[in-house]
């Protein structure tokens, strides 16, 4: 049973998102690696900051550079782990909260990807 409807507010507040996922990589018959194949998808979902309140509490597990990704609709679970694009800064898709049949949306943590991490995203159009 479904409480809460936020799927017209989510709506109103959601952007295109560049999300991009990869296959798992598979060793060929000769033992090399072979990485898997790269695909590049567009979701539509609002994205969030957390609450101070929020970030503080967490014990460390959130930092204030962490969204939340708000969608009316799932996020394939081969998708978990992508990296999601927005205002030219990375993120990686690492939980989902369980509440979509009280809520009508799905709800997704991003983690911020560092600038020191070793891969860096540069939207160069």
């Known amino acids: 049973m479904q409480y809460f409807d936020f799927s017209s507010l ?3 507040y959601s952007v295109d998102l560049k999300v991009l996922g990869e296959s798992k990589g598979v060793y060929d018959d000769s033992g090399e690696y072979v990485a898997g194949e ?3 998808y567009i979701f539509h979902g609002a994205i969030v900051a957390f609450s101070e ?4 509490r967490s014990e460390g597990q959130l930092t204030s550079q962490d969204k939340l990704l ?8 081969a998708l ?4 999601v694009i927005h205002d030219n800064r990375q993120y990686r898709i690492e939980s989902e909260l369980e509440n ?3 809520t009508g949306v799905y709800q997704y943590t991003l ?3 560092s600038a020191f991490d070793k891969e860096q995203y540069y939207d160069r159009s």
Do not use: L, S
């Open 10 to 12: 989510i709506e109103q």
């Open 38 to 40: 790269k695909t590049e």
């Open 53 to 56: 309140n929020k970030v503080y």
């Open 70 to 77: 708000i969608m009316r609709e799932p996020i394939d679970r």
């Open 80 to 83: 978990h782990g992508a990296k």
């Open 100 to 102: 979509a049949e009280f």
């Open 111 to 113: 983690k911020y990807v």
